[in-house]
């Protein structure tokens, strides 16, 4: 049924597009190639924007014709969303210069290996092969959106959207070097904190200035006091910078602060140190503005669904062979959209490999097929009766 050197092939041709963020004629390319293909297994397709924002489409499919055909406004419950995006991290023009290689350990290197095109395509592959054995008995939407590596900030609202009518989801995301799948993910949210001081001449002028940088480095131990790891709480001070020169006292700093975590709860507290720390500087001439940078996202958490479709998982893996362990990691998805909404979610179900965002992005081919039967065997065992 399945066949590794059609794939390979396929993620060879994908791979050669420079998809890179809001690569306009790259991402294009990319939802071509994926809508003609499912139009011609007969399936329903869309393409949609958000804000009219034209280098960020979003490419539906369903077998769901209902509504004229209108997936996004469609009534209809879904069974499964399945989830991938079409776009990379990697510059412009980075494909010309790096095709895609397999070495004799079966190891593919190539831009967006693995994140994410070869998850949209074994996605793609299990539709595909599972409608010619007439196994699709359930409605699925296939979610492919272009702005997934710079944060979602055109297309999260669409999975908010598929959320509130889905039961199950699978995020074709790498799967782990070690072949795991990823059950859990931290949320995040981004502070940029900003301290206003009093410039002055640091030698005629010393005592009459107010020290920016001092004041806000007298917050980075109340920041990281709350870090808690038995928690999964993490504050990482990603960035510091201000001052100009030796001669004068800085009247500016400021700090970049990615918050990840797994309760809610500690969300709450961070904030209200953001905001006694915008109330109670240490030097009252100085004050402080904090603001949250980009799209918060909530953690991917396990819900009563979730816990059905990793019991699923586990039967499947029975009778495929397929190791079916799973990790907590820190990175985001889309996924945490959708299991925010109470959808039970299953991450890394696209191929394995590691690198991610490096030259050194890797897919382990031997992980394709396996990968496929333990996903085919998971959606016969929740929708065959």
Same mark, same amino acid.
């Given at each position: 049924?399945?066949?590794?050197?059609?794939?390979?092939?396929?993620?060879?041709?994908?791979?050669?597009?420079?998809?890179?963020?809001?690569?306009?004629?790259?991402?294009?390319?990319?939802?071509?190639?994926?809508?003609?293909?499912?139009?011609?297994?007969?399936?329903?397709?869309?393409?949609?924007?958000? %804000?009219?924002?034209?280098?960020?489409?979003?490419?539906?499919?369903?077998?769901?014709?209902?509504?004229?055909?209108?997936?996004?406004?469609?009534?209809?419950?879904?069974?499964?969303?399945?989830?991938?995006?079409?776009?990379?991290?990697? %510059?412009?023009?980075?494909?010309?210069?790096?095709?895609?290689?397999?070495?004799?350990?079966?190891?593919?290197?190539?831009?967006?290996?693995?994140?994410?095109?070869?998850?949209?395509?074994?996605?793609?592959?299990?539709?595909?092969?599972?409608?010619?054995?007439?196994?699709?008995?359930?409605?699925?939407?296939?979610?492919?959106?272009?702005?997934?590596?710079?944060?979602?900030?055109?297309?999260?609202?669409?999975?908010?959207?598929?959320?509130?009518?889905?039961?199950?989801?699978?995020?074709?995301?790498?799967?782990?070097?070690?072949?795991?799948?990823?059950?859990?993910?931290?949320?995040?949210?981004?502070?940029?904190?900003?301290?206003?001081?009093?410039?002055?001449?640091?030698?005629?002028?010393?005592?009459?200035?107010?020290?920016?940088?001092?004041?806000?480095?007298?917050?980075?131990?109340?920041?990281?006091?709350?870090?808690?790891?038995?928690?999964?709480?993490?504050?990482?001070?990603?960035?510091?910078?201000?001052?100009?020169?030796?001669?004068?006292?800085?009247?500016?700093?400021?700090?970049?602060?990615?918050?990840?975590?797994?309760?809610?709860?500690?969300?709450?507290?961070?904030?209200?140190?953001?905001?006694?720390?915008?109330?109670?500087?240490? %030097?009252?001439?100085?004050?402080?503005?904090?603001?949250?940078?980009?799209?918060?996202?909530?953690?991917?958490?396990?819900?009563?669904?979730?816990?059905?479709?990793?019991?699923?998982?586990?039967?499947?893996?029975?009778?495929?062979?397929?190791?079916?362990?799973?990790?907590?990691?820190?990175?985001?998805? %889309?996924?945490?959209?959708?299991?925010?909404?109470?959808?039970?979610?299953?991450?890394?179900?696209?191929?394995?490999?590691?690198?991610?965002?490096?030259?050194?992005?890797?897919?382990?081919?031997?992980?394709?097929?396996?990968?496929?039967?333990?996903?085919?065997?998971?959606?016969?065992?929740?929708?065959?009766?």
């Amino acid at each position: 049924m399945f066949n590794l050197d059609e794939y390979m092939k396929d993620l060879t041709e994908i791979c050669s597009y420079d998809s890179g963020r809001y690569n306009k004629e790259g991402v294009y390319q990319m939802v071509d190639w994926f809508k003609s293909r499912y139009e011609a297994l007969g399936m329903n397709t869309q393409v949609i924007w958000m %804000d009219d924002h034209e280098e960020a489409p979003l490419l539906i499919v369903s077998n769901d014709r209902s509504n004229g055909g209108d997936i996004l406004n469609s009534k209809t419950p879904v069974d499964v969303l399945l989830i991938s995006h079409l776009d990379t991290v990697f %510059d412009t023009e980075t494909v010309k210069n790096w095709p895609v290689t397999v070495d004799e350990n079966g190891i593919g290197h190539g831009p967006g290996v693995i994140d994410c095109k070869g998850g949209s395509l074994l996605a793609y592959y299990l539709i595909r092969e599972m409608l010619a054995a007439g196994e699709v008995n359930f409605t699925f939407v296939h979610a492919m959106n272009t702005d997934e590596e710079p944060g979602s900030n055109y297309s999260q609202h669409f999975f908010q959207h598929f959320a509130e009518r889905t039961k199950y989801c699978l995020v074709f995301e790498p799967g782990r070097a070690n072949d795991e799948f990823v059950g859990v993910r931290k949320g995040g949210v981004k502070y940029v904190i900003k301290a206003h001081g009093i410039g002055a001449h640091s030698g005629a002028d010393f005592e009459k200035g107010a020290n920016a940088i001092v004041e806000l480095c007298k917050w980075i131990p109340e920041i990281t006091a709350l870090i808690d790891l038995e928690k999964g709480t993490t504050l990482n001070i990603a960035k510091i910078e201000g001052g100009l020169n030796n001669g004068q006292v800085p009247d500016l700093a400021e700090a970049a602060v990615r918050l990840l975590y797994l309760d809610p709860g500690e969300v709450d507290k961070v904030n209200a140190l953001m905001v006694r720390m915008q109330k109670e500087p240490f %030097d009252k001439r100085c004050h402080l503005e904090v603001e949250i940078k980009g799209i918060s996202r909530p953690p991917m958490y396990i819900t009563e669904n979730t816990k059905t479709l990793f019991a699923a998982l586990d039967k499947a893996g029975a009778k495929t062979g397929v190791d079916t362990s799973w990790v907590t990691t820190g990175g985001m998805s %889309d996924g945490n959209w959708v299991a925010h909404h109470g959808v039970g979610t299953l991450d890394g179900c696209g191929p394995c490999g590691a690198g991610l965002h490096t030259k050194d992005e890797y897919i382990k081919t031997a992980s394709v097929e396996p990968r496929f039967n333990v996903m085919r065997q998971l959606l016969l065992d929740l929708f065959t009766k």
